[in-house]
C-alpha cells in the first residue's frame, strides 16, 4: 500500500509524464495532405515521370545512365527548382536541399552502377526506408538536409517504378 502510494506521487510530481495541455509540450502533427503531397508523393511522380522518359528514349540510346541514376541526375541539377516547390523554406539554404539530394543520391547511383545488389540495395532496401522515413519524418518540420534526403529515396523508388512500368508497357 505504501509502495503504490510513492509511485503515484512520483509519477504525479513528474513534469514530462503528463499528456495534458499544461504540460508544455508540443505535440507532434499527424501526417497531413499536403505533407503527404509534397514530400511523398511529387517527389515520387518526378521519378516516375524521369524513370519513364530514361527507359524509353535515353538508356536505349546510348546504354547509360539507367533510369534511377538518371532521375537522381536530373533531381540534383533541379535542386533549386524542386526546393522552391516543394520545400517552400527560406531561399538562402536550398543548397542544404542539394546536399540532402546528393548524400543519398551518390549511393544509389554508384550502387546502381555496380549491378551487384543493385535491385536489393536500391530498389527494396531504400523501399523499406522511404516508408519508415515517410510514416516518421512526416509528422515534423524538418530542415532542408533532410527533406533532400526524403525525396532523394522518392525520386529513386519512383523512377525505377516508372522504369518498370514502361518497361512492362513496351514488351
Known sequence: MIGRFMDEIEIESSSYVSSSNESGLDRIRGLDFDTGLRHIIAPAMFGVVVGIAFQQYITPEYNWPSPPQGAILCSILLSPLLYFTL???????????????????????????SGWGALFCSGYGALLLWVW???????????????????????????????????????
Open 133 to 171: 522515413i515517410s510514416t516518421s519524418w512526416g509528422r515534423y518540420d524538418l530542415p532542408p538536409f533532410r527533406y533532400g534526403v526524403w525525396h532523394a529515396f522518392a525520386v529513386d523508388i519512383g523512377s525505377f517504378s516508372g522504369a518498370l512500368l514502361a518497361y512492362s508497357i513496351s514488351l
Open 87 to 113: 520545400v517552400r523554406d527560406e531561399p538562402s539554404r536550398w543548397y542544404e536541399y542539394t546536399m540532402g539530394l546528393a548524400l543519398p543520391g551518390t549511393i544509389f547511383f554508384m550502387v546502381w552502377f
